[in-house]
Nanobody
C-alpha cells in the first residue's frame, strides 16, 4: 500500500494549488484519507480528512474556508484544493490512510508517502 502526494510548488500569497493523493494497493473509496502538513521545525498536523461516507470532511481551524478536500474514487485519488494561501501554509504536505472509513486521531493513520512541498512567498 502506498499513497503518493503531488502537486506542490511555489506560489505567492493569495495563490492556489491543488494537491493530489494517488493510492496504489488499496481502494480509497473504502477508507478515510487524511492530509497532513509539517512546517520546518514543527510537528506534523492534520489539516483535512475525508471519510468514505459521502459528505463528511474535517478541516483544521487554520485552513477552514480556504482548503477543500474531495475524492475521485474512479481515479483512486483524493485531492486537496488550497486557496488564498498564506506564508504560514508553507510546509511539506502528506496524505495517509486510516484503517477504517472514519477520520480518527492522527496516530490511526498509516501508509505515509514522501510528501509534496508547498512554499508560499510573501
Amino acid at each position: 500500500v502506498q499513497l503518493q502526494a503531488s502537486g506542490g510548488g511555489l506560489v505567492q500569497t493569495g495563490g492556489s494549488l491543488r494537491l493530489s493523493c494517488t493510492a496504489s494497493g488499496l481502494a480509497v473509496e473504502y477508507y478515510a484519507i487524511g492530509w497532513f502538513r509539517q512546517a520546518p521545525g514543527k510537528g506534523r498536523d492534520m489539516v483535512s480528512c475525508t471519510s468514505s461516507t459521502a459528505g463528511r470532511a474535517y478541516y483544521s481551524d487554520s485552513v477552514k474556508g480556504r482548503f477543500t478536500i474531495s475524492r475521485d474514487n474512479a481515479k483512486n485519488t483524493v485531492y486537496l484544493q488550497l486557496n488564498d494561501l498564506k506564508p504560514e501554509d508553507t510546509a511539506v504536505y502528506y496524505c495517509a490512510q486510516d484503517a477504517t472509513d472514519r477520520c480518527r486521531e492522527p496516530t490511526a493513520f498509516a501508509s505515509w508517502g514522501p510528501g509534496t512541498l508547498v512554499t508560499v512567498s510573501s
